[in-house]
Structures are given as C-alpha cells and as structure tokens.
C-alpha cells in the first residue's frame, strides 16, 4: 500500500474511530438522561412512568415477582398501593393493599374496576408490561379521598337535614376541604371553606388541577348531577406535593441535562482534537526537525530526552502514530545516510584531490627543474659546450616537454569527456590486428622489456566501428597500467575473445600483487593514484579514468577483478560490426 492509501486509510479509520466515540458518549448522556427522567418521575408519582420505564424496574420469572426497592418507597411516599395481576386475573403481587380492594378479580371484575375510576375511592392508573414473553398488569392506586367527600356533598344537598349538612360542613374543614356548588347557567349558589371562590364556573381551573395533574397543592373533582342539575366541585390539599418540583420539570431537566452535555461534549471535542493534533503533528514535526538537521548538515536522526529515536517505543519498535508514515521515514534514514556518505566521500575526494595535486605538481616541477637546468647550462657563457652534449641537452629538454605535455594532455582529456566534449570520429577498425600491433609495440618498448607480455584471440578478424585514436588510447592506457605497477617478471596476457555475433571482450590479465579493496574502489576515479605495489606514484591519477570514459564512450562496459596475491583482470566489452570469422573459416 502506497503513503496515499495509507494516510487515506489512516485518517477515514481515525475519524471513524472518532465518531464511534462520539456516538457512545451521546448514547451513554442519552440513557443518563432517561435515567435521570425515570428516577425524577418516580419521586414526584409512579403514575408518570410509562410502561417500558417499569418494565426496567421489575423482573418476573418462574412465575416470582421482584419488584425494585425503588418502586416502593415512591408508593409508599405516596400513600398508595400496588398490585400485579397476570394476563388472567390472577394476583401475582400486592404490596399495602388496603382490604377493600379485592385481592382476587375475575377478568371482567377486574376491567369493571379499573375503567370504574369515579365509584372507586382512589385514583387507579395501570400498566400492561411483557416480562419473560409473558403479559402482567401492574395497577397502582393512590387515596382519593375528594372522591368520597363529593359523593357526600351530593348526597347532603339532595336531603333537607339541617344536622346532616352541619356535619358535612364540619368534616370538609376537618380535611381543610372545600367545596363550591354552580347551577345550570354555571352561577355560583353555594360554597364552603374556600377563600377566593369564583362567582362563574371556570372549567379551565377544574381541568388544570384536576386528577390527571398530580404534583398540585390541591386535587380538585368536579361532578355534574344529572337529577338536580348541579355541578358540584370539591377541592383538597394534595398530602404528597413536593414544593418547588413543577410539572414541567422534565422540560428543565432536558435543558440542564443537553447543557451538561453539550459542555462534556465540547470539552471531548477539544481534548479529543488536541489529541487528534498532537498524535498526527508529532510525526510531522519529527519530520520538519529531521529535514532541519539535515540541512544543518546532522545527517542523524533526532531523538528525544532518553536518548532515542522520538518515533520509536522503549522496546525500539515504531510507535503506531508513525507506521502510516514508515515508507516516509525510511526515506529519510536513506536519505540521511546518503548524504553521510556523499559527504565521507567527498572528504575523501578533496584529500584524493589535494595529495593528486601535489603529486601532479612534484610531476611537473620534476621536468621543469630539468628542463631549467639545461637551459641555464646553455646560457652560461663560461663553458664552451661540444656539438654532442648540446645534442645531449636538447634531447633531455624535448623529453622532459613530451611528458609535461602529455600530463596536460591527459587533463585537459578527462575534463572534456566528463563534459561530453570529446568528438568521436568512429570507423570500422579490424580489432584483433590493431591490439595485437600495440602488444608488439609495448613488448618491443624498453620500460616494459621485463615483463613477459602475450597475445590471445579465439577468432581471426573482428571489425567494429571505433574511434582508432582512442580505443588504442584505452588499451594502451590499461596495458601501461598493468605493466607500470607490477614487478618485473610478472606474466601480462592481452585476450580478445568473441563472445557473441554482437560483441567481443578484450581482457588484459596479470599475476602480479592484485590491489586491495580501496584501491580497487577508487581505480577510475579522477585524481586517485594507487597501484598493485604502492611503490610507483607518478602520474596524473587519470589513467584508468579515461581509459573508462573511453569504454563508455564507444557504448562498452568496462569491470576490474582483483584481489591481493592474486594479480588482476580488466575486462571490456564492446560491441561489434559485423559476426566474427573464427580461425576454422
């Protein structure tokens, strides 16, 4: 997987991640809030849960009710009771049942009872819930004593005993009760015990404060008799208000509760984002401080307080935060240890540079001396010089000049074909005679009259298109190498062999020392001047670097194997004009 996939990858899991978090944090307020809801709603009256909200609070199974400790003391708080009834009538439950509330109902008495609210002295309210794939019907009843005191009051005014509604007066203040009776038109024509009692029927009132509100200072029931065309209202202070709990509290309660969350949820935001930041800025500023160092010239890697790498754990292996980021990493490391190398060698190629200008001016002011003090001798008026010592001093001068000449020559050379400069004038060249005439030249040359030099081919002729100037420059410059820095004695074999109907190899052995493995290393490049024995440095340094120039040049490859003690074979590889004629032909 490439960076781009990974990062993709990478960031779209992240921010998965992210929103998975996200939405179990709001699931979780979420059901806090219902929580909360539930647990407010049970301490203002158990009538305001709803069916699911109970279905939490009991369990039965086998046929064993257990119903949360939680349930009854808010049924107790309220003065109430509680039953639960199978699907068939059957009292599963009963917790401060009063006695004249049947504890056993056939299913029609029992639907009788229930839907019956006003012949009832309490106020029913009832719930069907499914526990274990199985219906049960919890009913929950609190006193309604406002009930019994209008059932009174109707009673009362339909008699004429003054005694009777005496007594009915006197038990309405007992209950701190009071009542107001309104006639057809809804005119006030009787009241008792209440301090404010409006003059005209207002139902707004009735209905606000009646049953269905339960957290009320007063339960007021109002009944319409239809035989004296009356409406009777009966009010009573409610024994379980709670002071300061309103109706609405579930609406203030989910404004607090979405506040909280929302401030949790902008904190987890920001600790979240900051996380976030900090987890995929690390790395990139791991990065950005790499890349400094490495432009300060630090080829290390940055490492933090302990001493080691900031991406990597105490175990040494990459922290998860920076594998997306690895390909960039190893990167980075190639990088740095590239440019710690380019800069070892390029130290090394200045100190090659410095020691090869030094050789090369000891080269130059070794002839120069020479060449001075011949020509100061010819100068000097004080001695009469014979035609044969001028003759002496001339030739020593022109070959003092010769090998300047070619010093500069060789220069000039290596620069021109680093820089492409160099013309190439290729022709067809017969290949196996041409090296074997620079093979008789070197064997008949005095400097090399030690060395016992021999020629191989495996075929007659071979003709490719060279330059003739400079592939007899390539050989000539490997062959004067190979005899130059090998001791006397030393076998040096000249081999041209074809190899293919397009190519041929020209390999130049001996059995001299070998080189070790710096030299080997550095044999073509500019300026090193090394050799199998170390004992002869003269020179520019640019042998062998042209002499592979040259290979390149002509579109051949060139390859050194050597090793110490075991001599050294350079091996070149051209390509041809036409097949080869072999010896048989």
Same mark, same amino acid.
Do not use: C
């Given at each position: 997987?490439?960076?781009?996939?990974?990062?993709?990858?990478?960031?779209?899991?992240?921010?998965?991640?992210?929103?998975?978090?996200?939405?179990?944090? *709001?699931?979780?307020?979420?059901?806090?809030?219902?929580?909360?809801?539930?647990?407010?709603?049970?301490?203002?009256?158990?009538?305001?849960?709803?069916?699911?909200?109970?279905?939490?609070? #009991?369990?039965?199974?086998?046929?064993?009710?257990?119903?949360?400790?939680?349930?009854?003391?808010?049924?107790?708080?309220?003065?109430?009771?509680?039953?639960?009834?199978?699907?068939?009538?059957?009292?599963?439950?009963?917790?401060?049942?009063?006695?004249?509330?049947?504890?056993?109902?056939?299913?029609?008495?029992?639907?009788?009872?229930?839907?019956?609210?006003?012949?009832?002295?309490?106020?029913?309210?009832?719930?069907?819930?499914?526990?274990? @794939?199985?219906?049960?019907?919890?009913?929950?009843?609190?006193?309604?004593?406002?009930?019994?005191?209008?059932?009174?009051? #109707?009673?009362?005014?339909?008699?004429?005993?003054?005694?009777?509604?005496?007594?009915?007066?006197?038990?309405?203040?007992?209950?701190?009760?009071?009542?107001?009776?309104?006639?057809?038109?809804?005119?006030?024509?009787?009241?008792?015990?209440?301090?404010?009692?409006?003059?005209?029927?207002?139902?707004?009132?009735? *209905?606000?404060?009646?049953?269905?509100?339960?957290?009320?200072?007063?339960?007021?029931?109002?009944?319409?008799?239809?035989?004296?065309?009356? +409406?009777?209202?009966?009010?009573?202070?409610?024994?379980?208000?709670?002071?300061?709990?309103?109706?609405?509290?579930?609406?203030?309660?989910?404004?607090?509760?979405?506040?909280?969350?929302?401030?949790?949820?902008?904190?987890?935001?920001?600790?979240?984002?900051?996380?976030?930041?900090?987890?995929?800025?690390?790395?990139?500023?791991?990065?950005?401080?790499?890349?400094?160092?490495?432009?300060?010239?630090?080829?290390?890697?940055?490492?933090?307080?302990?001493?080691?790498?900031?991406?990597?754990?105490?175990?040494?292996?990459?922290?998860?935060?920076?594998?997306?980021?690895?390909?960039?990493?190893?990167? *980075?490391?190639?990088?740095?240890?590239?440019?710690?190398?380019?800069?070892?060698?390029?130290?090394?190629?200045?100190?090659?540079?410095?020691?090869?200008?030094?050789?090369?001016?000891?080269?130059?002011?070794?002839?120069?001396?020479?060449?001075?003090?011949?020509?100061?001798? *010819?100068?000097?008026?004080?001695?009469?010089?014979?035609? $044969?010592?001028?003759?002496?001093?001339?030739? %020593?001068?022109?070959?003092?000049?010769?090998?300047?000449?070619?010093?500069?020559?060789?220069?000039?050379?290596?620069?021109?074909?680093?820089?492409?400069?160099?013309?190439?004038?290729?022709?067809?060249?017969?290949?196996?005679?041409?090296?074997?005439?620079?093979?008789?030249?070197?064997?008949? @040359?005095?400097?090399?009259?030690?060395?016992?030099?021999?020629?191989?081919?495996?075929?007659?002729?071979?003709?490719?298109?060279? @330059?003739?100037?400079?592939?007899?420059?390539?050989?000539?410059? #490997?062959? %004067?190498?190979?005899? $130059?820095?090998?001791?006397?004695? +030393?076998?040096?074999?000249?081999?041209?062999?074809?190899?293919?109907?397009?190519?041929?190899?020209?390999?130049?052995?001996?059995?001299?020392?070998?080189? @070790?493995?710096?030299?080997?290393?550095?044999?073509?490049?500019?300026?090193?001047?090394?050799?199998?024995?170390?004992?002869? %440095?003269?020179?520019?340094?640019?042998?062998?670097?042209?002499?592979?120039?040259?290979?390149?040049?002509?579109?051949?490859?060139?390859? =050194?194997?050597?090793?110490?003690?075991?001599?050294?074979? =350079?091996?070149?590889?051209?390509?041809?004009?036409?097949?080869?004629?072999?010896?048989?032909?």
């Amino acid at each position: 997987m490439n960076l781009r996939n990974k990062l993709i990858f990478q960031y779209v899991r992240q921010l998965f991640g992210f929103l998975l978090v996200l939405l179990l944090f *709001l699931i979780i307020a979420m059901l806090g809030l219902g929580w909360r809801i539930m647990n407010e709603q049970l301490s203002i009256d158990l009538s305001r849960l709803n069916a699911s909200d109970l279905t939490l609070k #009991i369990d039965y199974e086998a046929e064993r009710i257990h119903v949360n400790p939680e349930i009854e003391k808010s049924v107790a708080r309220h003065q109430g009771w509680l039953q639960i009834i199978d699907k068939h009538g059957k009292i599963l439950y009963n917790y401060r049942t009063p006695a004249d509330v049947p504890s056993q109902f056939g299913p029609g008495e029992w639907i009788a009872y229930v839907e019956n609210r006003d012949a009832s002295r309490y106020h029913i309210t009832h719930w069907v819930i499914n526990q274990s @794939d199985e219906n049960i019907i919890i009913v929950y009843g609190t006193p309604a004593p406002e009930k019994e005191m209008i059932k009174r009051l #109707i009673a009362a005014k339909t008699g004429t005993s003054k005694e009777t509604w005496n007594e009915l007066n006197k038990s309405f203040s007992r209950e701190k009760a009071w009542y107001l009776v309104y006639d057809r038109a809804g005119k006030l024509i009787h009241q008792w015990n209440h301090p404010n009692a409006s003059a005209q029927l207002d139902m707004t009132e009735v *209905l606000q404060n009646g049953e269905i509100a339960k957290n009320v200072p007063v339960h007021i029931t109002s009944r319409y008799d239809k035989n004296s065309d009356l +409406t009777y209202v009966v009010g009573i202070p409610n024994p379980t208000y709670q002071s300061g709990v309103q109706e609405t509290s579930e609406d203030v309660m989910v404004k607090e509760t979405f506040l909280q969350i929302g401030i949790l949820l902008i904190l987890v935001v920001l600790f979240a984002g900051s996380w976030y930041a900090w987890r995929v800025g690390k790395p990139l500023l791991h990065m950005v401080n790499w890349l400094e160092r490495l432009a300060q010239g630090r080829y290390e890697e940055p490492i933090g307080k302990k001493g080691k790498p900031i991406g990597r754990n105490w175990r040494g292996k990459e922290k998860k935060s920076f594998r997306v980021f690895k390909d960039v990493f190893d990167a *980075l490391r190639h990088l740095s240890e590239t440019l710690r190398s380019n800069e070892k060698l390029q130290r090394e190629i200045e100190q090659t540079r410095e020691e090869w200008i030094t050789g090369l001016s000891h080269d130059l002011k070794t002839p120069l001396s020479s060449i001075y003090g011949y020509a100061t001798f *010819l100068e000097s008026e004080q001695y009469e010089w014979d035609r $044969k010592e001028v003759s002496e001093f001339g030739k %020593t001068i022109r070959e003092k000049s010769d090998y300047m000449n070619g010093l500069i020559e060789d220069l000039n050379l290596t620069y021109r074909l680093k820089n492409q400069a160099l013309p190439m004038v290729k022709q067809p060249v017969a290949i196996v005679e041409t090296i074997r005439r620079i093979v008789v030249d070197m064997v008949n @040359d005095p400097s090399s009259s030690l060395h016992d030099i021999e020629f191989s081919a495996n075929v007659q002729s071979i003709t490719a298109e060279v @330059d003739p100037i400079w592939f007899r420059r390539i050989i000539v410059n #490997i062959l %004067t190498n190979a005899i $130059k820095y090998t001791p006397a004695g +030393t076998h040096v074999l000249v081999e041209v062999q074809s190899i293919a109907a397009d190519q041929f190899v020209v390999k130049i052995a001996d059995n001299g020392p070998g080189m @070790d493995e710096t030299t080997l290393a550095n044999l073509f490049e500019r300026y090193y001047r090394g050799g199998h024995t170390g004992e002869n %440095t003269s020179g520019t340094g640019l042998g062998m670097a042209i002499a592979k120039q040259l290979v390149l040049a002509h579109r051949g490859e060139i390859t =050194v194997d050597s090793k110490l003690g075991s001599g050294t074979v =350079v091996v070149m590889t051209f390509p041809v004009l036409r097949p080869p004629v072999s010896w048989s032909s």
